[in-house]
């Protein structure tokens, strides 16, 4: 097996907060300061019935060939809005909605090993983030809270969605690794996890809250509760 060379990050629910309470808090600022008059929660979980449809529909993973054009969350995020303020007869600005959001997402906090954790492998391995995002809320929150990668790449910068392997390749390629050199570490089992193994990566799955295993999908090599253990995965 190939020493490993490279450890790469997802990004949101991996290094960053970004739990439905999060957005349930943006929510309730737009409907403040677009004065809708709607239950936050209730816009909050129309919009988000819609937006997971998007989710869905974004690729096909058996012929990656067919998938439909590529659509940022941006793009995509902005439709959901319009689509559900018709569906529910609001006059709310999808825009401004949109810039809503991003800007929360600008401003998402760290797990709180997450400092310590990315300087203890700092110098002694090629780190990374590739993360389902939008450079337009990634690159300013990495920015913000001040951690830095050799490499960061986006699934819009990718024009593609993990799990699908291009978004793997290229960030490998962009660290000078093979893919069996390098060690992927987040929290989804299909989009992280799934993806990774598919292209002859290790994964490491954070799993903070103690969730089971998926059937059907391919198994994480390392199971742990805060990146602090990925120092010992290492050595």
């Not at 450079?135 to 910068?157: K, M």
């Not at 969730?211 to 253990?229: A, T, V």
Request: aromatic share 10%; proline share 6%.
């Amino acid at each position: 097996m190939s020493q490993i060379s490279a450890v790469i990050f997802d990004a949101f629910e991996t290094l960053f907060h970004n739990d439905p309470a999060l957005w349930q808090q943006s929510f309730r600022d737009l409907c403040q300061a677009q004065h809708l008059d709607i239950e936050p929660l209730v816009l909050w979980q129309e919009w988000k019935t819609r937006e997971r449809r998007f989710r869905k529909t974004r690729l096909n993973l058996e012929q990656p060939e067919l998938s439909p054009p590529f659509k940022s969350y941006c793009q995509a995020w902005r439709d959901t809005f319009r689509e559900t303020f018709q569906a529910i007869s609001l006059k709310g600005d999808p825009d401004a909605a949109v810039g809503l959001c991003v800007e929360a997402l600008t401003r998402r906090e760290p797990f709180p090993e997450v400092r310590e954790a990315i300087e203890g492998l700092r110098g002694r391995w090629r780190l990374g983030v590739l993360s389902n995002a939008d450079d337009a809320f990634l690159y300013p929150l990495l920015r913000r809270t001040g951690l830095t990668f050799d490499v960061v790449r986006t699934s819009e910068g990718c024009r593609a969605y993990k799990p699908l392997p291009g978004p793997f390749h290229q960030v490998c390629g962009l660290l000078h690794v093979q893919p069996q050199e390098a060690l992927y570490v987040g929290d989804s089992l299909l989009d992280d996890v799934h993806g990774a193994k598919r292209v002859g990566m290790r994964a490491a799955w954070v799993n903070r809250n103690g969730l089971s295993r998926e059937e059907g999908l391919l198994p994480p090599d390392y199971e742990i509760h805060s990146l602090m253990e990925m120092e010992n995965i290492l050595a």
